[in-house]
């Protein structure tokens, strides 16, 4: 059962999707770790590029009413809305996609498929806002943070025929290892390949031929054309079950039934389409046997290693022990004849003999070097293994410290109930919260969510506040004609709090009230009004002295259970238990997952309602 995509499924995907370039995006859609992104223009309509991560990355047709906003949605919604895809590109044959988009900033969206995955927004260089946060020893994924790319494996595209075939020979893994893990190829190709060539896939370096090596490199490059030129994309059925999709036709069970498609998102939609077992599921339960498989590779190695060090210091004492021996023989090499038995082959363009010793291990002999340079690039050798084992032995800790901070997080999750967002309502696209008297009150998030609150939702017999500060939310009250002084006091601490105010860390401050008639879009006479910002006519009814603090709490609304983050008042006046927060030292992530177990609702709904900035718990 194919469980994620290689890096050449992802070459193919990235050569389907050239079609969207000069497209514009359109929307974005998130449910969990799935995200699809919209691209129109007229040359081709409507496309999604859907994601799941970790998984999967394929072009599609629009889904008809599916997809919920979602948190790392909306951020692509606010920051790509129109922009324009310029570029899509496979970085380095790994499996991570970067589309570029141009607005009057240049953006990009990445797509790491490997581990876990995740999907990152970054603007110049910048981390604006990651699917999952992460970290590594080499990087780390947050907002405000430079992106880097993963560390890179070899790129095998860019490999000459001679570099390729001194990779295999210094490989300590057999030749299908080898291809799999230092060249990047994956399981399923380097198997492949071996089956290709007719050549055992446990073969050792060692035991190869420059001829051999040259036809698994010919095959990989045939490889590489047939999916820039000749796809025959196609899913793989065993038993009723679709259990693989690949862009080129692979070796497969006799038994196995083949179904063909136009193009390999076509074969990968079909196949994920089929998938009855929860991947996620899967990849929770398998976290603990993947470290252990990865630290078993490593001892593995440490042994081979171990094992190297020995054979090449024997190699060079036996060169140190019997140099009168070996002069000679490098001499008669030298003239291009010798009929000692130990010589096994000779390569006179590259001036290296094949030499058995007693014992039968062999190993090669640079003849234009003296005995005692032979010896000496053994002795690197073997301080090289040595080298190789101290970094080895650090990576088995890691690997064990990460696989016990797995069992844990995963004990952790087994405890805990699973978390379910509560109802979605129209104005949760807004900051809101619902008033002591039970009026519905909306505020912007940016200046586009600003502008459009204004124009769609500021009515007759609503009532429109601001705070005295720049950068401070529009807020709307809905029917607020009819609410008296605590519900426009109200709105009014809610505009202060949401504003810049509160990560500057203020004392107080003031904000005001008016009548829809008195907001309007239109500057005075060779002004100029930014997005979001309103000339505001007539009188303005102040509040004066009000503080910046907020209550979160639980309350019922039309029958559902909602989590509501507002002024104090109207907070505890319908909610039984409330946490009241001010301005603080407290990053608002750590404060979002506290609440999230307190009111057992997701972290990204807790975080998506609190002030914009750090905070402290009263």
Known sequence: MMKGMSSFDLMAVAQELQILVGGRFEKAFQTRDEISVRVSSKEIGKKEIFSKAGKWLFLRDPRKGEGQPGTFAMVLRKHLSNAVLTKVEQHDFDRVL?????????????????????????????????????????????????????????????????????????????????????????????????????????????????????????????????????????????????????????????????????SISEALEFMVSSLEVDVEELEEEDETARYERRIKQQEEAMAKSMEKEKSFREIADYLHANPGQFEKLLEELKTGTTEDTSVKSINHETSIARISLPDGKEFELNYRDTVYDNADHFYQKAKKEKSKRDRLREEIAKSQQAMEKAVKQRERREKLPKIEPTKQFWFDAYRWFISSEGYLVIAGRDAKSNDRIVKRHLKDGDRYAHADVKGAPSVVVKEGSKATEVTLREACEFSLSFSKAWSSRVGGGSAYWVKPEQVSKRPESGEFLPRGAFVIRGKRNHYRGLELQVAVGEIEYEGSRKVMCGPIAAVETQSKRSVVLRPGDTKKEDIAKELSQTFQVPVDEIARILPPGGVEVV
């Open 98 to 262: 970067v589309l570029d988009f141009e607005k009057k900033e240049s953006f990009q969206l990445i797509f790491e498929l490997f581990g876990r995955g995740n999907a990152i927004l970054v603007k110049e260089g910048k981390i604006v806002n990651p699917l999952r946060r992460e970290s590594w020893s080499s990087r780390e994924i947050k907002i405000g943070e430079d992106y880097k790319f993963p560390p890179s494996h070899q790129n095998p595209q860019s490999l000459s025929q001679s570099e390729f075939e001194s990779l295999i020979k210094e490989s300590e893994y057999n030749l299908v290892r080898t291809l799999a893990l230092d060249l990047n190829l994956g399981g399923q190709y380097s198997e492949e390949l071996c089956h290709r060539t007719e050549i055992d896939k446990k073969s050792q370096p060692n035991e190869l031929s420059s001829e051999q090596i040259g036809k698994v490199y010919q095959e990989l490059q045939n490889i590489f054309q047939t999916i820039l030129t000749k796809k025959s994309p196609n899913a793989i059925i065993e038993d009723e079950q679709v259990v693989d999709a690949a862009p080129i036709s692979l070796r497969r069970p006799d038994d196995s039934e083949s179904r063909a498609f136009e």
